[in-house]
């Protein structure tokens, strides 16, 4: 895999020389287990428009971390999603029920997280993965609502993203949802904190290039949620937003906020066309 | 002699410079001692037993790396910069097909991964790489 | 007893007589490796797994000490070779004096 290492003084030289030489994803392909094939390049969709094609964050990796993704086995993120199995079987909550009683096998899920964020006409709002799963608990099981980044919560959303592995990521951002989805992009250029860097700054100006040791992806977030070698653990789409605003040293938005509810909506858009990959395994 | 401020700073960079150079890499003669421990001093041979090991690792937390080592009973992994150098110990049984494996270590910072066989026949066999650990993004 | 130890392997499901076959073993594990210190400035326990062993039929494959240099979520691949049909046992000590096993069968023709 060939990297362009480039000694770079400051953030601010970074911002003001646009046309720096990018490093390309490396040309390796995704087949899970053998027989579930990932698209992780495609053109980028009409209204991103200053890329002209998208990569999953998995293209991005060493040869070792993506060999991680290749089977369920090797795949540490898989421990999350048999978590969360057991779960979805275990009665929990007032109305004795669980998550099977309604819903039977987790596969019937299939094509959901290709869809999420998602108007949803009866809230009235975009709801998230996240935020449907505690509805579920708290309106039909009669359970308490589990914590939005927590382990069982993460763990659910990467047993709901598995079965939808391969499948393009198609979010809507028209119609009712096209304000939020205004609202993300809007927080997606907006520059932050002591730093002064929008989320465009590193993942769409310079995708490709190092950061420190790191490849700089584009910051999709069709892998999520993602087991990271250096947490050691699966980490949620809204957990790696606040992340990575408390790295640009803002004050940094709640898990489970309007904002970051738009700027998931958004960034799932800048994806729309890969596969789905969750639970992916990256740095 | 007057201890002034300029002069104290003078002496103690130089006395930290001294240290800096004695002691590197920080945990080598740990490692060494270790290594020693195991062979009881004996010599080790190189080229029979191969050990994989990523060139740059993306993160220390979770290194993949791999041996094959013909003819051993037992391996032991040293990593020479970390805090503790053992790393684990692989004996063969009866029903192992080959002496080889794969694991996932942590390693600290850049350093070398060691692999000491103790062969069949009593004698020693090394192999070595050296694996770089990096820091990357923003956040660490 | 350490919470949400889970241990996973992979066997093959049938093999031919003497055929080397690949393991891969895992178990969910935090590894606490004991440089680590709380907020408070002291230094969290080591509690790891510290051992692993595969057996088949009462006999040994391999037999695996682990230091706290081993990543969370302890990962083994390794080889053995199955002279006839039986069921593979493998375990997991645990420093807090806990053991865990699984079982898988094997058939061989």
């Not at chain 1, 998995?58 to 993120?77: K, V």
């Not at chain 2, 910072?109 to 066999?125: H, L, P, R, W, Y």
Request: charged content about 20%; overall charge negative; aromatic content about 8%.
């Amino acid at each position: 895999m060939k990297k362009t290492t480039l000694a770079i003084g400051s953030v601010a030289a970074l911002v003001l020389m646009p046309g720096l030489a990018m490093s390309d994803p490396d040309e390796d392909s995704l087949t899970i287990n053998g027989d579930i094939s990932i698209v992780t390049e495609t053109d980028a969709p009409a209204h991103t428009e200053n890329l002209s094609t998208i990569y999953s964050g998995w293209r991005f990796r060493s040869d070792e971390t993506q060999a991680f993704q290749m089977d369920d086995f090797d795949n540490p993120g898989m421990i999350g999603v048999e978590n969360a199995m057991v779960n979805w079987d275990t009665i929990d909550g007032s109305a004795g029920k669980s998550c099977a009683s309604c819903h039977e096998g987790p596969e019937t899920m299939a094509g959901v997280r290709a869809v999420y964020p998602k108007w949803n006409d009866k809230k009235g709002k975009v709801t998230t993965l996240a935020m449907e799963i505690n509805d579920c608990r708290t309106t039909h099981m009669g359970a308490e609502k589990w914590k939005y980044t927590g382990g069982d919560m993460t763990d659910m959303v990467a047993l709901i993203s598995s079965v939808s592995r391969g499948m393009p990521v198609n979010v809507a951002i028209d119609g009712p949802a096209k304000e939020t989805w205004e609202k993300g992009k809007e927080l997606y250029y907006t520059r932050t904190g002591q730093l002064e860097l929008s989320c465009a700054n590193c993942h769409e100006d310079s995708y490709g290039l190092m950061i420190r040791a790191d490849h700089l992806s584009q910051g999709q977030i069709n892998g999520f949620p993602t087991y990271r070698l250096k947490n050691t653990k699966l980490n949620s789409v809204h957990a790696r937003f606040k992340g990575c605003v408390r790295d640009t040293r803002a004050q940094t938005y709640k898990p489970g906020s309007p904002e970051f509810i738009a700027l998931e909506l958004y960034v799932a858009s800048r994806g729309n066309g890969l596969s789905v990959e969750g639970p992916s395994v990256r740095n | 002699m007057e201890m002034t401020r300029r002069k104290l700073l003078a002496f103690g960079s130089g006395t930290f410079a001294l240290a800096t150079l004695s002691s590197l890499p920080a945990f080598a003669t740990l490692t060494d001692d270790a290594i020693a421990e195991l062979t009881g001093g004996a010599d080790m041979g190189e080229g029979a037993i191969t050990l994989t090991a990523p060139e740059i690792a993306e993160n220390g937390n979770t290194v993949p790396i791999a041996f094959d080592a013909p003819g051993a009973a037992e391996v032991t992994l040293f990593a020479d910069g970390n805090p503790v150098p053992n790393v684990a110990t692989f004996k063969f049984g009866p029903l192992s097909a080959s002496r080889s494996a794969s694991t996932r270590i942590r390693l600290a910072t850049t350093q070398n991964v060691v692999a000491i066989a103790k062969m069949e026949d009593g004698s020693f066999q090394m192999a070595k790489a050296n694996v770089k650990v990096t820091i990357g993004g923003c956040g660490g | 007893m350490a919470s949400g130890v889970k241990p996973r392997v992979k066997v093959p499901k049938k093999a031919a007589a003497g055929e080397t076959i690949t393991i891969k073993t895992l178990i969910s594990h935090k590894m606490e490796s004991g440089q680590r210190k709380d907020d408070d400035g002291n230094v969290i326990p080591r509690s790891i797994i510290n051992r692993f062993t595969a057996d088949f039929n009462g006999q040994n494959v391999i037999d695996v000490t682990l230091e706290p240099a081993i990543s969370t979520n302890p990962y083994f691949q390794f080889e053995a070779v199955v002279p006839e049909s039986g069921e593979f046992k493998f375990t997991w000590y645990d420093d807090d004096g806990s053991v865990y096993d699984t079982t898988k069968k094997i058939t061989v023709s």
